[in-house]
């Protein structure tokens, strides 16, 4: 119950073009849902996250949108560059003291040229 | 702009030697955190430390394990006896406050046990 689905496992993408990356979760006490992007040998960088008193939220090239009910979230990155060659997770966390976050299996994305 | 510091970046030991892991949370963060990545797998969650004690930790972290904050700067992870299977990156996280839920990451400490 505590699992964050995720996948897919890897994901080519042209540049240009629109990547999408999907999570699902079982636990109804998650409260906060966070994506971070990771690149070889880095500690995973926070990119975006989102609670779930919103469907949709938009920094830049990145949106998270979020189904609620189907217990379900995505990242979609517009206008991919090969700069966002990257392992994507997704997390979620219950509020409280300790907040841990439990994330998601990883989606290693590469945009080609 | 600040961020979660990690020392060694790698470090390489022998099995059932001990190592401290090292890092410096961001300055103004009141919540730590350690997680660990074994190779081409997920972050795992190891350990959570608030106002001098541990607020939760996972099944892994067992009596091999312990944290510490010796001063007001650093944050540790101990393994007493190391086993080839503690081979992995280990993280460690802060945030800054209850309602504030972002976590920031250091860069790891790849530890590696021969």
């Known amino acids: 119950q505590q699992q964050v689905k995720q996948s897919p496992q890897s994901l080519i993408v042209q540049k240009g073009g629109i990547s999408i990356i999907n999570c699902a979760y079982e636990?109804?006490?998650?409260?906060?849902f966070p994506w971070y992007q990771q690149f070889p040998g880095k500690g995973p960088a926070l990119l975006i996250a989102i609670r779930p008193d919103v469907s949709e939220k938009k920094e830049g090239r990145f949106t998270i949108s979020f189904n609620k009910s189907a217990k379900q979230f995505s990242l979609h990155i517009m206008d991919s560059q090969p700069g966002d060659s990257a392992t994507y997770f997704c997390a979620a966390s219950i509020p409280g003291t300790a907040s841990k976050l439990t994330f998601g299996t990883g989606t290693r994305l590469q945009v080609t040229l | 702009e600040p961020e979660v510091t990690q020392t060694p970046s790698h470090q390489v030991t022998q099995m059932g030697q001990e190592v401290i892991l090292r890092c410096v949370p961001i300055s103004n963060h009141l919540y730590f955190y350690w997680y660990r990545q074994i190779l081409g797998q997920k972050v795992e969650f190891l350990v959570s430390?608030?106002?001098?004690?541990?607020?939760?930790k996972s099944e892994i972290f067992d009596d091999q394990f312990s944290v510490e904050r010796p001063d007001g700067s650093n944050f540790t992870l101990k393994i007493r006896s190391t086993k080839l299977e503690d081979s992995a990156m280990y993280f460690c996280?802060?945030?800054?406050?209850?309602?504030?839920?972002?976590?920031?990451f250091g860069p790891g400490t790849r530890l590696t046990v021969t």
């Open positions: 636990n109804t006490a998650f409260d906060y």
């Open positions: 430390f608030y106002n001098n004690e541990i607020s939760e």
């Open positions: 996280a802060s945030r800054i406050r209850g309602s504030a839920y972002e976590q920031y």
